[in-house]
């Protein structure tokens, strides 16, 4: 748990704000650390960031439905301590497990928190592989919305929607990502 005493005296805040920010501060550390190892991947495989505008649109990306006991699994929640980054990561082995990538490596995690009247507790991770082995996908960019609940005390984060876009090699769509299967 991310232990940041100094908090409690600086911001006169309630323990639920109070916990959402050492999960919101887990979360971008924890973002920190992948952008820093993942650098060198970045900049040799040409994926970039996602803007915060189309990852907050579901309709970008294809729908994902995960089927038999992963849907156990992924309905579990998320504790806000562990941090939203972490909590996409595990999400997503869950999505892979089902074609033997559990253990695949990603390149960048981007973290987008969307507070607004209708749904003030909506989050979103989008995670990136590139380097595939794939003729025809040169990445593969995941969409992992989550929604905060629970009483203010232990608040979690429940997964809403899973989504994925693909980056083509070949085709009209050359470096361009997309919902479609690429040709």
Sequence with gaps: MLNLPIL??????SRTSNNLLRGLMASAL????????????????????ISRAEAANPANFKHLNINGSAVTSASAPCSIKKGLIACGLEKLKLINSSINEVD????LAQAFYYPSKSQPKTAVVVIIRSGLMDDSVSAE???IS?????????????????GVQYQCVR???????????CP
């Design 8 to 13: 409690n005296r600086l911001l006169p805040v």
């Design 171 to 181: 085709g009209n769509k050359v470096g361009k990502w997309t919902k479609s299967l």
């Design 146 to 162: 989550f929604t905060l609940k629970g009483k203010p005390s232990d608040l979690n984060w429940q997964w809403v929607q899973y």
């Design 141 to 143: 960019r995941y969409r």
């Design 30 to 49: 924890f973002s920190l650390s992948l952008i820093s190892v993942s650098t060198h991947a970045t900049t040799s495989n040409s994926v970039s960031t």
């Design 104 to 107: 695949a490596d990603y390149d």
